[in-house]
T-cell receptor, first 117, second 113 residues
């Protein structure tokens, strides 16, 4: 049981380059999330999706785009990378969001370490 | 958004009980408080979740006062393998809006012999 898989694990970009991070989950979860983690900042929500074909902005969406064409996949894109986007990116998924006990537990991937030079 | 705050770091000896508190004074009325553990180079993983009073599972206990503006994760008899960063996660403001999911700042727990 793979859970949440992120690719690639590491990437180095030059300023202005573009790239796409892929997240795949095999738990049939409706909700998927992209976070970034920076030293001293904890995890901050970039974008999320409440189901196939839907996406929404989180706390820090600027400079990123996302797509959820298939239920199991959630893609995070950087159109023109900037040094401020150097970070570790985590994808997560959950069965639902809200008050149902146990249903909104998020399962995380191992992360993608991105450096923008 | 009100910030969800935790102590930056804590130190403990093996075998002691460790209590980590998270302050979340703007928590959504109907949402749960969830705690995660993160080891280096890994994603966070679920530890425990609760709504009010006390919850206990095989690895931890979670204490939540009546006003729910804080929560305390309790790790009994920690071992070296409990050295990690611990995060609380709450929803702030109106329930059901994932954009207001707020992770705490994280507490780095160092356990030594």
């Amino acid at each position: 049981n793979a859970g949440v898989t992120q690719t690639p694990k590491f990437r180095v970009l030059k300023t202005g380059q573009s790239m796409t991070l892929l997240c795949a989950q095999d738990m049939n979860h409706e909700y998927m999330y992209w976070y970034r983690q920076d030293p001293g900042m904890g995890l901050r929500l970039i974008h999320y999706s409440v189901g196939e074909g839907t996406t929404a902005k989180g706390e820090v969406p600027d400079g990123y785009n996302v797509s959820r064409l298939k239920k199991q996949n959630f893609l995070l894109g950087l159109e023109s990378a900037a040094p401020s986007q150097t970070s570790v990116y985590f994808c997560a998924s959950s069965y639902s969001f809200g008050t149902s006990v146990g249903k909104n537990i998020q399962y995380f991937g191992a992360g993608t370490r991105l450096s923008v030079l | 958004l009100a910030k969800t705050t935790q102590p930056i770091s804590m130190d403990s000896y093996e075998g002691q009980e460790v209590n980590i508190t998270c302050s979340h004074n703007n928590i959504a009325t109907n949402d749960y408080i969830t705690w995660y553990q993160q080891f280096p180079s890994q994603g966070p993983r679920f530890i425990i979740q609760g709504y009010k009073t006390k919850v206990t599972n095989e690895v931890a206990s979670l204490f939540i006062p009546a006003d729910r503006k804080s929560s305390t994760l309790s790790l009994p008899r920690v071992s070296l393998s409990d050295t990690a960063v611990y995060y609380c996660l709450v929803a702030e403001g109106n329930t059901g809006t994932a954009s207001k999911l707020t992770f705490g700042t994280g507490t780095r727990l160092q356990v030594t012999l």
